[in-house]
């Protein structure tokens, strides 16, 4: 048992062990004040079981912990010459099922050692790059203390390609540290008349507690079985996750022997699990739930909830792992071409269908409201101080939901480029579709040729934007002539693709603004010398006669 | 970051230790228990002002979480808090008649006592207002963090600011002395917020809220900012440069991932929307002893007369700090 810290602790499950009848030989780091140490002895001094090994100094990553693990085995095999299997445990590790289960799981399997046991090439377990290289260099200068040296002497010996022979026979292999081992492999390991030369290669290995008794095991063991007895999760910076109270059930039931790390302040824990001894258990370790919820937290610290900007996630550009947390739907120039464009597609998709979010009087929520859900402000000051961040916290807000709104020329430009860039988006634009309200208003002609130029070309630099390569949204542009020509196929495919409902064909179509007149309104933009082109080429009809003829019913093509 | 605009902020926090270190002339000791202080407590710094009626549950609160002794300075209260303060065993208070604003909004106080008395311990630097969450807290204690943000060579830990208000007006229902405020003001707002970076310091700049929804809806640029890192493992060269927004070094604001992970972080409950807020406001346009000549006292005055109505539909009703964490306010990080 290696320990540095929380004698209280040790001591507690020391004294469970051996009230087990389990003898226990104990290591404590050599950094311990002698005080300390000198108490810690003393109190355990009554016990028979427990002896104190050699003390080494063991600094993570270094030697120090295997010629403890050396020393501590060594003293076990003379001194108990009944034990059959060494546990090398740590300090802060605590025994979950009754010790006698651990005894007789492990009298049933007299010649298998359990240690995690892995070749280098295979493994994706290591952190920080160093897999094949810890076997090869040379690591004279402490991680811990001296960062920047050890970063720059590993960069020295790549650069010069250093590499060191391997001793005849090894075959480098990796896994935790805390192993169970019988006293065949561990004695034979122990007695090697080689050991000199594989201690002093494994000196200079970095992290050699990972691979020392797991590269030598192979060489001895007859039957190993590769895995720890130990339930050990780590971050992703490769330091163990600690225990606290509140997995007391979670730890119940993962019915495994020993769990590292736990939190020295987990009374809970410690009253639980070293009182009094639960119903007897045959179960196998299954730690099945602790893996998902680990592997959640480290996915969770490394990429996170897409579309999320928050206090602690606020990712560089092109680092978001999803610019929004869901799709969602822009549309330019519908609205103006169909008169009820958006209560239609709310009823055809059962979207949360908007108007003109980034309108410049104000925001123009579904349903004409003011605040929607994250109480959301309809104020355009606000949305305009941050557009983006207003676009990720509706797609945020409304997870679930799938939301989507008009946009146009007059709308808050920079979003176009944002939602260009999003996979989560799908862009529709009718372009020229913005001359649709000019034609029908009542304004002096030179006001609608000033604006009519200003929009197109506010338009055509949006399409500009849109057609950039690194444009993710998935983008569909018509020219308004190409549009009005067959309306309802393009809108199919829309609507199909938002796909709320289940598919079917489209059984009713939006009203179309009436459109007689409207290349002639064209031509005399032309007249005026302003071309309009984004709309395609539009028929110059005739002019309407007073009393138009009624709007066409709109109608679909069964198929 | 080139090596002159670091060694500016290197000269700039020198000039906050120093303003600090002149300012302790202003802080008169009334009880000092600091010789209590255990290498291994941990501490909790406040300045207070008339807050009596917060400090009884303001102390509980926080006892209970796991702190060990209270540093608070006292800005010439009237309502007796003073003595009530000098009379608990595990607060050391002190008292000020000086400037609150002169002291920047009591961050020179702060950061002297911090200097003198922090130094290696971790510390909370909360207002009498805010209530600090952290995930798990309602399971683990404060030192579980602690020891993991040690374990995790995290020095710093963030904590916005989310605004609590109550449905109907503000002034609807009286708060008592002992009461958690949580029970009169619930509601807040849960994804309005908005955040840049700010180069300067590297901190992020939070705004947002319903402040900035009500008060400040065509000027949201002067709304107050949320983005906090109250809790520290301090050093006696650390500085805050204002209230506990930012702090130099400023590695200390790098409490957000860049690269797309979630780092842990918390939330600071800002019940500062109970009935003492509107004659607060009131004493405010007054004393202007407020950030920014109390601009926001005077648009919160201005406001409150027409319309004290924080809450609205979409408001949600705070239950726990996992309500907290699926709303994205806060995120458990990799701490499981």
Redo the contacts between chains.
Sequence with gaps: MLIHTAFGRAEQVARHWTRAGCPVVIHTDVTVASKAYADFRERLSDDPLIRFSRRHRCEWGTWGLVAASQDASELMLAEFPDVRHVYLASGSCLPLRPVEELIDYLAERPRTDFIESATTSEVPWTVGGLDEERFTMRFPFSWRRHRTLFDRFVAFQRRVGYRRRIPRGLVPHMGSQWWCLTRQTLSAILQDPKRPTYDRYFRSVWIPDESYFQTLARLYSTNIESRSLTLSKF???G?P??F???HLQLLRRSDCFVARKI?P?AQRLYDAFLGEAAAQNQAEPNPGKIDR??A???D??????PG?????????WG???GLTAGKYSVFHGFAELFEDFETWLARATDAQVHGHLFAPDRVHYAGGQT???????D?A??RD??PR??LT?LI??TRGERQCFQFGPHDTPSVNWFTGRDPNAQISIVSGAWAVPLFRSNRDFADLRREAAALQKVEAKFLDELRSPDVKARIRIWSMAEFIEAPMEPLQVIVDEIGQKAQRRLTEAPRMADLAGFGQFLQNLKNQGMHPYLMGDFPVDPAPRRGATPAKKPYLIKR | MGVWQSYRLRLQRRRWRIRAFRKRRNLAPVANRTDQIRPSDLLLFSTARNEGVRLPYFLKYYREMGVNHFLIVDNDSTDGSLDWLASQPDVSVWHTRHSYKRARFGVDWLNWLQMKYAHGHWCLVVDPDELFLYP?CD???L??LT??LD??SIKSF???LLDMYPKGRIDEEPYRAGQDPLEVAPWF?????????NPRFGN?W??GG?R??VF??????KAPAL?KIPLVKWDRRYAYVSSTHMLLPRGLNL???????????GVLLHTKFLDTFTSKAEEELTRREHYGASKEYVAYAAGLKENPQLW????ERYINWRQLEIL?????????
């Design positions: 971050d992703f910076q330091k996750h600690i606290y109270d509140d939190w302040r919820i680990f959640k937290a480290v969770r610290r490394t990429r996170g909830r999320l900007y928050m206090q602690s996630r606020f990712p560089n680092w978001e792992n605040l929607v859900n994250g109480a959301l402000s104020s000051a606000i101080a941050n961040a207003f916290n945020w807000n | 798990f399971t683990r204690p030192r579980a020891d993991w374990a995790s963030s904590a916005m707002d849960a994804g309005n917020y908005t955040i840049t970076r992020l939070i705004q319903p900035s929804r400040f809806p065509e000027a949201p640029e983005n409490v957000y991932d860049e690269w797309g992970g979630e780092k842990a972080s609205c539909k979409w408001s994205g306010l806060m995120s458990k990080g990799n701490w499981a």
